[in-house]
């Protein structure tokens, strides 16, 4: 598929390849981590253009984790179990996330996106609602990260039926 990409010898080379790699997208200390060992051997040049990134304030885990938390939580709309658990992916602390998260809580209401988020659905849906849809749409935002309490009492409240608790429902233990 991909070639394996040519090793570097010198230090500015390394450099420069990291800050062409920061101008496409920001990425935590972890990803940047693992693609400087991919272009080279020496150990000690990585750390030393790591250390050069965070002290001109290129790379920031805590401020790569509250950019990735507004964006995925605001924009595309997901709740923050899925949001951790691809932060935590992306080899960030958990200390950054949980602030991340926590800042994002206070700007936007859950229930409000989960209430959206199953109005478009509904919409989408074809004839009778019924319990498989239900289902299926319970689970589509379990993956989305929302809390299983507040998805089933907002489809409570949109459908005005009873949903059934699902029992192998995994979103809190997972994240």
Known sequence: MFRAPRKLDSEPELYDIAVRALMRRAHSVHEMKKSLERRTDDKSMVRSVLDRLKRQGMIDDARYAKQFTRQHAEIRKQGKFRIARELRARGI???????????SAKETDERAVVRHRIEKKLKLFRGEIDDRKIASLFRSLLRAGFASDVVRNELRAV???????????VDEESA
């Open 159 to 169: 459908t005005r039926e009873d949903v059934p608790a699902i029992e192998n429902a």
């Open 93 to 103: 602390p958990d200390r950054y996330i949980d602030l991340a998260l926590e800042e």
